[in-house]
């Protein structure tokens, strides 16, 4: 099957319901965007880096890519406006993982609760710090059944990674030398794991296909691990595994 006729077989063309929410963490409250494709099971929550935000651009895309296979999806933003405010200035919470590790696991008991969102099983999808805290979070708690990072800095989650038991997929541009090769060293100390290269990228996957690549391999292994009856049953070659 070539990768167009897997994109048409996946895009479900099914109704999807797209709402405001309002995530409640104790006395914080978090502006999110959902999106529900009909007869959606699982669900795609994100972590986005420091210094962006559920509005990001490159998450968004990914997002609505994840809703054409009928992932539920989830964007919302880690820190309230008057902390985004702060950091501007102080840059206290950019690298705090625990910090946002507890209001992504926040986010998770919330969803949890929720009758009306799909949450038989959930991935994470973190990108440059959120990596971290999808890991940690991961490591936490088992209703997370996989992660994709993508861009990620999995390295600020050192203690935490031999934690993490669900499905790893770490997804890094081939020009990102720097964050590659921290990558690497990350992904030995992950027990299910696998490290993928996508081709001519740097480090925001700015390149075109770039992005639509990550796309693609992300959406394959939250439909892999995520859906029991997923037609996709095998990743692209090339990978590096651990």
Known sequence: ??????NDALDHSTEQSERDVVIDIGTVQLPGDLWVPSRAHSII????GSGSSRHSPRNRAVAEFFCRA???TLLFDLLTAREEAEEEYTRRHRFNIPFLTDRLCGALHWLAIRKDIPHERVGLFGS??????????????DHVHAVVSRGGRPDLAD????????????????????????????????SNCQLDLVPGATHLFSEPGTLDRV???ARDWFLRHLEASSSVDRLPDGSDRF
Do not use: I, W, Y
């Open 159 to 190: 203690k935490m990674l031999p934690l993490v038991k669900c499905p790893v997929l770490l997804l890094v541009g081939s020009l990102d030398t720097e964050v590659l090769a921290l990558n690497r060293q990350a992904a030995r100390k992950l």
């Open 70 to 72: 009928g992932l539920a």
């Open 215 to 217: 796309s693609e391999l």
């Open 1 to 6: 099957m070539t990768n167009r006729d897997r």
């Open 45 to 48: 929550v994100f972590a986005h």
């Open 128 to 141: 440059s710090t959120g990596a971290a805290a999808a890991l940690e979070a991961a490591a936490r708690d």
